[in-house]
């Protein structure tokens, strides 16, 4: 996910296109604050066998399983 800083101008004109979105163009975007990002852990297989293993400890993959298998019995049932 990219973070950008939106200045006080920047929020108007985001408000404005928030209401019509037709008239977002590219000419209002700030691709400076979107090119210039500072990455302060470059590791990123690192951070995927980290969060791999957090999933697994956490006890999430039972809470993923158990709703597939539910999910699939209601769709089963509904079906």
Same mark, same amino acid.
């Given at each position: 996910m $990219? &973070? @950008?800083?939106?200045? &006080?101008?920047?929020y108007l004109i !985001? #408000?404005?296109? &928030?209401?019509?979105?037709?008239?977002?163009? !590219?000419?209002?975007?700030? $691709?400076? #604050? $979107?090119?210039?990002? #500072? @990455?302060r852990d470059t590791n990123v297989l690192g951070q995927m066998v980290d969060m791999w293993n957090t999933f697994i400890r956490s006890g999430q993959v039972w809470a993923l399983l158990i709703g597939f298998v539910l999910g699939y019995l209601l769709r089963g049932i509904t079906a």
């Amino acid at each position: 996910m $990219i &973070l @950008v800083e939106l200045s &006080l101008n920047n929020y108007l004109i !985001w #408000s404005d296109h &928030l209401i019509n979105p037709a008239m977002l163009t !590219w000419q209002d975007l700030d $691709i400076g #604050s $979107i090119l210039a990002q #500072s @990455v302060r852990d470059t590791n990123v297989l690192g951070q995927m066998v980290d969060m791999w293993n957090t999933f697994i400890r956490s006890g999430q993959v039972w809470a993923l399983l158990i709703g597939f298998v539910l999910g699939y019995l209601l769709r089963g049932i509904t079906a």
